[in-house]
């Protein structure tokens, strides 16, 4: 499974984003895609989740209505639309894929290389 993922970059406070992973290598009819982010000095932790076939999404509550995640079933592709972005949003954003979520928490099997999002204020 490869997952590039692109879209990160500079912006100033209130902008928005739209980051983009294509997938390839598998069928992801069943699975699970999701983003997660990582900033300076602090841990991984997801952004948010879709499950494939239903379109079904989970998010983290500090990113609730301000983020969307979505998939483009044709190119095999997750976005995940950033708007109303703040400085504490900033990280290298991760696209992962596979695995299960459970209990509220996602658990992928792959990941992408990161990219990174800056927000100024």
């Known amino acids: 499974v490869q997952l590039q993922a692109s879209g990160g970059g500079l912006v100033q406070a209130g902008a928005s984003l739209r980051l983009s992973c294509a997938a390839s290598g598998r069928t992801f009819s069943t699975y699970y895609l999701g983003w997660f982010r990582q900033a300076p000095g602090k841990e991984r932790g997801s952004v948010a989740t879709?499950?494939?076939?239903?379109?079904?999404?989970y998010y983290a509550d500090s990113v609730k209505g301000r983020f969307t995640i979505s998939r483009d079933d044709a190119k095999t592709t997750v976005y995940l639309q950033m708007n109303s972005l703040k400085p504490e949003d900033t990280a290298v954003y991760y696209c992962?894929?596979?695995?299960?979520?459970?209990?509220?928490?996602?658990?992928?099997?792959?990941w992408g290389r990161g990219t990174l999002v800056t927000v100024s204020s």
């Open positions: 879709i499950r494939w076939n239903s379109g079904s999404s």
């Open positions: 992962a894929a596979g695995g299960l979520y459970y209990n509220g928490k996602y658990y992928p099997d792959y």
